[in-house]
């Protein structure tokens, strides 16, 4: 009878350790991912949005793939309290904590996702104003070239450039 006492203690040992283990290096990885995502540098400094683009893409794909882990951990950890685990306190603890990890990862992707969208909108816009501002003031540029005139130029002159000024238009 101890020797059945003890081997099942063992065993539940050992499914626990397992469970724990595993919860804990997703958690981990998942705990890493966050870190990276919430310290990322949104400024002005760091206005590459095609290499965070291909950044995201990246975590979505890793992701996807750990889904399944997750997964397969929370059904691991269903199931030792289903069946009465004496761990279930532990094994609770740690599906909790997966699942809010995983739900956090996921809002996380959402806001990601969000601030690529409008990020890449802001530094367009500024783009297009930069390249508008670069244009206008080259034309300035050239209409002081082409319509440059001083007291000593001739009438005919000015009457010249007042209709190539109005053929322009």
Partial sequence: RLLNSSKSRLRNLDSLHA??????KELMWLNDKEEEEVN???SDRNTNMTAKKENYSGLMREL???EKKVTDIQ???DTLVKDGHPGKK?????TAALQTQWSWILQL???IEAHLKENTAYYQFFADVKEAQDKMKKMQEGMKKKYNC????TATRLEDL???AVEEK
Avoid: I, K, M, N
């Avoid at 469970?19 to 804990?24: E, G, K």
């Avoid at 532990?90 to 740690?94: G, L, R, S």
């Fill in 109 to 111: 992707c959402c806001c």
């Fill in 40 to 42: 990322y540098d949104w």
């Fill in 150 to 153: 001083d007291q000593s130029t």
């Fill in 64 to 66: 996807e793939l750990r």
């Fill in 90 to 94: 532990t094994v609770e603890a740690f």
């Fill in 19 to 24: 469970f724990v283990t595993a919860a804990t």
């Fill in 162 to 164: 007042l209709q190539d």
């Fill in 75 to 77: 059904a691991l950890g």
